[in-house]
């Protein structure tokens, strides 16, 4: 009798599975944008010969994914996804012990660095404005005595926006997310604060003068000072 259920619930999650797929298909096929909305309920049903309540179960999995969102008395409409969001469902899968952690300051390091040359390819008098404002929004947080997190995750998101690539704002967006996790949250002292600061400014400065490969080097070293503040063990030493 235990088989029989775990072979039905087997069944159930893969036919789930196939109406997500299929309701993916459609949004494909139909070039759905962000708004658009997609079939009924019902209409899915007849559409692909399942019941109801197996296109609800995969409705409920897509927004729970922030891939569409259903609205009072206008239905289900197709989102735009929030990769921060489905990090979010998953980091407990992901960063479960120091090593997994090490892992992701480590692809973080890697991916940032890796993506100014876009940032430098796509500067402008823009460009440097917006991060002149992120670093002034930073310079403020810390003059004020706070910890300035907020303000420094906003420095990288400026600065990865700048990259002017929408999938590059989405891995990133997806890294953020897996950071939402307790051992990273590490007070910083009024002196880290300030080279942060500095850091940054180093940063936009450089990048302004065209010297990318220096404006890398001071991106690589500052994302690698996890190690000094104890957020990560000293085997991702770069």
Avoid at 6 to 19: E, F, K, P, T, Y
Avoid at 58 to 85: H, M, N, P, Y
Avoid at 199 to 227: C, F, K, N, P, T
Wanted: aromatic content about 6%; some cysteine; glycine content about 6%.
């Amino acid at each position: 009798m235990l088989m029989i259920e775990i072979q039905n619930a087997v069944n159930r999650r893969a036919l789930v599975h196939d109406v997500i797929d299929r309701i993916r298909e459609h949004i494909i096929e139909n070039g759905l944008r962000p708004g658009d909305r997609i079939p009924t309920e019902r209409d899915i049903c007849d559409m692909l010969g399942v019941g109801r309540s197996t296109v609800r179960e995969a409705l409920t999995v897509l927004e729970v994914l922030g891939a569409v969102t259903r609205k009072t008395k206008v239905g289900t409409v197709v989102s735009e996804v929030d990769f921060g969001v489905v990090a979010s469902i998953i980091r407990f899968l992901v960063v479960r012990s120091d090593k997994d952690l090490g892992d992701l300051f480590e692809a973080r390091r890697i991916f940032e660095v890796n993506m100014l040359p876009l940032v430098h390819d796509n500067w402008s008098d823009s460009t440097k404005a917006v991060l002149n404002e992120a670093l002034a929004r930073y310079a403020q947080a810390i003059k004020n005595g706070g910890d300035g997190v907020a303000e420094d995750v906003g420095f990288h998101e400026t600065l990865v926006a700048c990259s002017n690539n929408a999938f590059i704002r989405h891995y990133a967006a997806m890294i953020r997310g897996f950071f939402n996790v307790p051992l990273v949250t590490v007070p910083l002292t009024d002196d880290q604060k300030q080279l942060t600061l500095n850091e940054h400014s180093q940063i936009v400065i450089l990048l302004s003068s065209g010297d990318l490969v220096q404006a890398q080097r001071v991106l690589h070293r500052h994302l690698s000072r996890y190690v000094e503040r104890g957020i990560v063990s000293g085997e991702h030493r770069p």
